[in-house]
Structure formats: structure tokens, C-alpha cells
């Protein structure tokens, strides 16, 4: 009962270091995503993937690059980290064949740039 | 343009009374749906309730409920005999079909206090 995996759960980095956050899920869902949660702001859509093969931007892409490497995974990477990128960010991934169906979530990676 | 608004910040409620949590939305899609997401501190966004938009009927999962009122754009989530452990954020979010799936945007939420 895996559902969304992320990995890593915390980590710190210094300003300029990349980083790849790693995202799978085992419940044959076609749309992935990425959000950030900052405080007071909820979470904001980063990037999103409804299908195997297309990637696209959501609402704060800027700083940010993904890669849908297959159907179960999804992976953020940040190519500079900047101090503004400390957040929480969530993975999810969601059926989408109706618009019923809820999307599921990852427990977070806590990432705090120095 | 804001989509998805949560105005309360802040709720307190009593153990046992009733609570109302306010979410208004913008969309002119005449197809989309509305969720409420529950987040507890220890971080992890839970599912609570869905309300397509050609729903007739207000939707209802245990305890909770959605007051989806479609002229108003309004789609208050409603939770009955309130629980110390209904103490958490609440997230509105709304599901839009774009580019061949269906794009998700949240509320910035409203933090709910239940007192013993």
C-alpha cells in the first residue's frame, strides 16, 4: 500500500547546489504533479503531467525543470537552489479519466536552502 | 486571478458544535469538480469530499458535508459534531480539464482550533 513515494523526506542545501526530487506511484494513475506549500499560501501547482510522454507549467515553474521518466515516476529538479525555494513540496498523482477522482498525495520533502 | 478563496485564516469551534469552512471559486468551465482536502500537523493532505459540478445533490461523507450553492460559486464543506482531532488545515481545491487532463488548483486554506 505505497501509494506516492517521495524521496528525500528533508534535506538542506547551499544556494547554487541542484538537487532532484523523486517522486513514484504504484497505482497506475496517468497525471502526476508537483506543488509547493509555503506558509499562508497553500499549496501552488509547479509543474504537472496528465499523460506518460508531456509535461507542462503550472502556476510558479520558474527556477524549476521535471521529467516524466515514465508512468509511475516524476521527478522536480532544481538546477540553482535559491533561498526562495525553501518550501514543502508534495508530490501527487491522480487517475483523471473523470474529474472525481481525488488526487493522492506524497507525506512532503521539507527542503531549506541556505 | 484568484481562482480558489478561503477568507478565513482562522476558526475556532467547539467540541461538538457544528462548523462551517468557506471556500468560493472562479472558473467558466461548465464541467469541473471541488474537493476538500484535510492537512493535520503531521503533514499529510487527506482526502475528504468531492462535489462534481453537475452534482444536483450536496455531497456527504460521515460527518461532513458540502454546501455547493452553483449560481454563487460557492462550495463551503461543513462538518458536523466537531472532534479534537478535526483540529488541522483545510485546503478547498478545484479540478478544471486542461490540455487533455484535469489541472488542480488549492485555497490557501483555513485553520481550524476545536476546544475541549
Known amino acids: 500500500n505505497a501509494g506516492v513515494t517521495q524521496t528525500p523526506k528533508f534535506q538542506v542545501l547551499k544556494t547554487g547546489q541542484s538537487m532532484t526530487l523523486q517522486c513514484a506511484q504504484d497505482?497506475?494513475?496517468?497525471?502526476m504533479y508537483w506543488y509547493r506549500q509555503d506558509p499562508g499560501m497553500g499549496l501552488r501547482l509547479i509543474y504537472y503531467?496528465?499523460?506518460?510522454?508531456?509535461?507542462d507549467k503550472g502556476e510558479v515553474p520558474n527556477g524549476y525543470n521535471v521529467s516524466r521518466l515514465n508512468k509511475r515516476e516524476f521527478s522536480l529538479r532544481l538546477e540553482s537552489a535559491a533561498p526562495s525555494q525553501t518550501s514543502v513540496y508534495f508530490c501527487?498523482?491522480?487517475?483523471?479519466?473523470?474529474?472525481?477522482?481525488?488526487?493522492?498525495f506524497g507525506d512532503g520533502t521539507r527542503l531549506s536552502i541556505l | 486571478a484568484q481562482k480558489i478563496t478561503q477568507t478565513q485564516p482562522g476558526m475556532f469551534v467547539q467540541e461538538k458544535e457544528a462548523v462551517t469552512l468557506d471556500c468560493t471559486y472562479d472558473?467558466?468551465?461548465?464541467?469541473?469538480?471541488l474537493f476538500w482536502y484535510k492537512q493535520p500537523s503531521s503533514g499529510e493532505m487527506i482526502f475528504l469530499i468531492y462535489?462534481?459540478?453537475?452534482?444536483?445533490q450536496n455531497a456527504t461523507e460521515g460527518r461532513y458535508s458540502l454546501n455547493f450553492q452553483k449560481a454563487r460559486k460557492s462550495a463551503n464543506l461543513v462538518i458536523s459534531a466537531s472532534q479534537l482531532g478535526d483540529s488541522a488545515m483545510y485546503f478547498c481545491?478545484?479540478?478544471?480539464?486542461?490540455?487533455?487532463?484535469?489541472?488542480?488548483?488549492f485555497g490557501a486554506g483555513t485553520r481550524l482550533f476545536v476546544k475541549a
Open positions: 497505482m497506475n494513475h496517468n497525471s
Open positions: 462535489q462534481g459540478s453537475y452534482d444536483e
Open positions: 472558473t467558466s468551465d461548465q464541467s469541473y469538480g
Open positions: 501527487a498523482s491522480c487517475r483523471d479519466r473523470t474529474s472525481n477522482q481525488p488526487q493522492h
Open positions: 503531467s496528465a499523460s506518460e510522454g508531456t509535461t
Open positions: 481545491a478545484m479540478r478544471e480539464p486542461r490540455d487533455g487532463g484535469f489541472k488542480t488548483i
